[in-house]
């Protein structure tokens, strides 16, 4: 299945994450594909049969800026996602009042595009582990039997 990974991240750990999203999915034989800065015309060229975004959270529970200008594209032009299958992981930190808000934004566009969550959202706390990475994997296995 060809899933698109797409990612945010402020700090690089959404980056890590997704690295591993790439390496479990291969392994299980699906056909992952990961582009920092992909644009919503690239996107829709790979033509995905399955979305995962893997994203952090800045500010007063925002997306970070370089998922926001993709976040924004799908918003305006909605492609016919209806019953593809996707999944969210959210990195944030349960200190701050809006703890993984950026997963949120893009978790509630999805279910707007008519995606089909294949897994709950999973969560990632900076406040509970350093390693969201590792953390990620036994979730993105999990993922990889649900497609």
């Known amino acids: 299945m060809k899933i698109a990974i797409l990612s945010g991240s402020v700090y690089g750990a959404a980056e890590d994450v997704a690295r591993v999203a790439v390496e479990v999915l291969e392994a299980a034989g699906h056909q992952p594909w990961h582009k920092l800065g992909v644009t919503l015309e690239e996107l829709l060229a790979f033509g995905p049969e399955a979305i995962l975004v893997v994203t952090s959270t800045t500010g007063m529970g925002e997306l970070p800026g370089n998922l926001q200008n993709l976040y924004y594209a799908l918003r305006d032009r909605f492609p016919a996602w209806s019953g593809v299958p996707g999944a969210v992981i959210a990195l944030g930190d349960s200190s701050y009042d809006v703890f993984c808000g950026g997963g949120e934004q893009m ?37 990889a039997q649900a497609l």
């Open 107 to 143: 978790r509630e566009l999805l279910l707007e595009l008519g995606v089909r969550e294949a897994l709950p959202m999973l969560r990632l706390d900076a406040s509970e582990t350093v390693t969201p990475d590792t953390d990620a994997k036994p979730w993105l296995t999990e993922l």
